[in-house]
C-alpha cells in the first residue's frame, strides 16, 4: 500500500464526481480518482488511485489507497487510515472481486 494522507477531509472537484480531493494536516491537496465504495462487516471503505499529472497514463504500477468512511454526528463523513493489515487485505480481495474484469492484478510474492 501506499502511503495515505493522514487527515480525514475530503471534498469533491465539480469538474468530475470521481474525483476526490484530500487535504493533509499541513492543508496540502492532492487528488484522487474515486475507483469503488466497500462495505464489509458493516463499515464502508473507499477504494482510491491517485491521479498522476497524465491522465492518459494507464493503471498498469498504480497502487491504490484504501480508507474508512467514518460518518460524523455532525453529519459529516470523514476518511481514515485503515491501520489493521487483516481489515486491509479483506477490502482489497473483495475490490479484486468485483474489479477482476476491469482491471489486471498482480500478486505480491
Known amino acids: 500500500m501506499i502511503d495515505v494522507l493522514e487527515q480525514e477531509e475530503y471534498t469533491m472537484a465539480e469538474e468530475r464526481d470521481d474525483i476526490v480531493i484530500l487535504v493533509d494536516d499541513n492543508g496540502d491537496e492532492a487528488e484522487f480518482e474515486h475507483l469503488d ?38 453529519g459529516e463523513d470523514s476518511f481514515v487510515s485503515v491501520e489493521n493489515e487483516e481489515e486491509l487485505n479483506a477490502v482489497f480481495e473483495e475490490f479484486k472481486l468485483r474489479m477482476e474484469d476491469e482491471y489486471e492484478f498482480e500478486d505480491d510474492e
Open 37 to 74: 465504495t466497500i462495505e464489509i462487516n458493516e463499515s464502508e471503505y473507499v477504494i482510491l488511485i491517485p491521479l498522476s499529472e497524465n491522465e492518459d497514463e494507464d493503471m498498469e504500477e498504480e497502487e491504490v489507497v484504501i480508507l474508512k468512511i467514518e460518518h460524523g454526528e455532525d
